[in-house]
T-cell receptor
Framework: DTGVSQDPRHKITKRGQNVTFRCDPISEHNRLYWYRQTLGQGPEFLTYFQNEAQLEKSRLLSDRFSAERPKGSFSTLEIQRTEQGDSAMYLC?????????????FGDGTRLSIL | DQQVKQNSPSLSVQEGRISILNCDYTNSMFDYFLWYKKYPAEGPTFLISISSIKDKNEDGRFTVFLNKSAKHLSLHIVPSQPGDSAVYFCAATEYGGSQGNLIFGKGTKLSVKP
């Protein structure tokens, strides 16, 4: 079991730049979730995929954010025209999906810092 | 409006004693509850969960209790060990009717002193 893998672990960029993060879920997990965590808060849901279909988006996911899971395996999260408020830890999680009451397993996250 | 609340930001206990972490929720549609542990610079690690059809679930030193009428759950760690020092997050979801995204509390930082 290789677990959920996220890349990069850290990203520092200037305001206005675009950034892209990658998540590799546990193999054969159908569901993939993106969360954002800021200091002193718990993770907050952004969006999720069932296989390659993006089925839900949080109101936190502004139009500058886009997520894909093209072949139902890895996923990418892109933030365009980054802003100071985008500084956070971006977490990816996966679960078996169609089986109820199965926990989500998280990666170690990508920490984004906007200068 | 916070649907999952952890009202104690921190808790300090002595090694070998019991740690009790509490969590309250407001959404009566939640039917699956989880506890995660988080070390600095790592993602949350799943600890233990409980379905709303149960009131107790045990896994080794960890026990989760659910009181649906009070909309309250707690995590008991017995005996506490220094390696348990971490931030603990309570999470809840409504698997029955939705996509299963988790709603998290703000976390409780547990310090276990040797």
């Amino acid at each position: 079991d290789t677990g959920v893998s996220q890349d990069p672990r850290h990203k520092i960029t200037k305001r206005g730049q675009n950034v892209t993060f990658r998540c590799d879920p546990i193999s054969e997990h159908n569901r993939l979730y993106w969360y954002r965590q800021t200091l002193g808060q718990g993770p907050e849901f952004l969006t999720y995929f069932q296989n390659e279909a993006q089925l839900e988006k949080s109101r936190l996911l502004s139009d500058r954010f886009s997520a894909e899971r093209p072949k139902g395996s890895f996923s990418t999260l892109e933030i365009q025209r980054t802003e100071q408020g985008d500084s956070a830890m971006y977490l990816c999680a996966s679960s078996p999906g169609l089986i109820h009451n199965q926990p989500q397993h998280f990666g170690d996250g990508t920490r984004l810092s906007i200068l | 409006d916070q649907q999952v609340k952890q009202n104690s930001p921190s808790l300090s206990v002595q090694e070998g004693r019991i740690s009790i972490l509490n969590c309250d929720y407001t959404n009566s549609m939640f039917d699956y509850f989880l506890w995660y542990k988080k070390y600095p610079a790592e993602g949350p690690t799943f600890l233990i969960s409980i379905s709303s059809i149960k009131d107790k679930n045990e896994d080794g030193r960890f026990t989760v209790f659910l009181n649906k009428s009070a909309k309250h759950l707690s995590l008991h760690i017995v005996p506490s060990q220094p390696g348990d020092s971490a931030v603990y997050f309570c999470a809840a979801t409504e698997y029955g009717g939705s996509q299963g995204n988790l709603i998290f509390g703000k976390g409780t930082k547990l310090s276990v002193k040797p």
